[in-house]
């Protein structure tokens, strides 16, 4: 898989700490916080479009247990 380059500004403090942190990995970290901020905001979204095709179901008067009872016997 290929890369990219991406830029963006930081404020100077925060560079000049970075820089006496060597010993981190910064594109890594950065990296790994991306990847999870987007695992994040992807999951929101299939939570919200559940919710969205699950709001127009009635919620089944009949126990749950009495359906998955019925379904494995039907088998």
Do not use: N
Not at 30 to 48: A, D, N, P, Q, T
Request: with cysteine; proline share 1%; aromatic share 4%.
């Amino acid at each position: 898989m290929g890369t990219v380059t991406l830029s963006l500004r930081i404020r100077r403090d925060i560079k000049e700490k970075m820089e006496r942190l060597r010993d981190v990995d910064w594109r890594s970290e950065i990296e790994k916080f991306i990847e999870s901020r987007i695992r994040e905001i992807e999951l929101r979204s299939i939570v919200s479009e559940i919710d969205c095709v699950l709001s127009g179901v009635s919620p089944s008067g009949e126990a749950a247990w009495r359906a998955i009872r019925e379904m494995r016997e039907a088998r």
